[in-house]
């Protein structure tokens, strides 16, 4: 966990350049283990300073940073976004603790990390939308982490890395 991720003009840029749920072409598929949560990973020309964020995950010398932090080796970054890309969660969203899927579709690559950086400005202990992490073996709760602004999470994506934001969203 990093807090003050991005530098703190860069952050209140992309704080300003962050879409509405009501605009653009967010994906609001509600599936059985969420609600309330929205995704979006084309950018097009109206999106130009998030397109260079993603493109900046994407890029060697992030990836390198973060083979270093973890010693995950050879990273690939997914100009697709498959499974990334802006995630939104509105009031009453939920997110139930699961795994994600360890192969993109189409390339058929190994996904192998998660890097999550929260823009939620003035954020309150009562919204809930905690980061669980879990250990399954032992049905325990190993993390629960806070969605502060700025703040990026970085864990391994294999078959045990459970994570969610169960509980509802009260914000």
């Known amino acids: 966990m990093y807090d003050g991720f991005f530098r703190p003009d860069a952050a209140e840029q992309i704080l300003e350049a962050y879409p509405d749920v009501t605009t653009g072409n967010w994906d609001g598929t509600t599936y059985i283990n969420q609600k309330n949560k929205f995704a979006l990973t084309k950018f097009g020309a109206e999106h130009p300073l998030l397109q260079q964020v993603f493109d900046e995950f994407n890029g060697e010398k ?5 083979e270093d932090i973890t010693g995950i080796p050879e990273l690939l970054g997914d100009d697709e976004l498959f499974g990334g890309g802006l995630h939104q969660s509105v009031t009453g969203a939920f997110l139930d603790v699961h795994v994600d899927f360890n192969y993109h579709q189409t390339t058929k690559y190994h996904r192998r990390m998660n890097a999550i950086v929260y823009m939620n400005k003035d954020w309150k202990d009562e ?6 992490l879990w250990g399954m073996k032992k ?5 629960n982490v806070a969605p502060m602004f700025n703040r990026c999470v970085i864990f391994e994506t294999n078959e045990v890395s459970f994570h969610g934001h169960p509980k509802p969203l009260a914000a």
């Open 62 to 66: 992030f990836l390198h940073m973060v």
């Open 127 to 132: 919204y809930n939308g905690y980061l669980e």
């Open 139 to 143: 049905k325990k709760q190993l993390e």
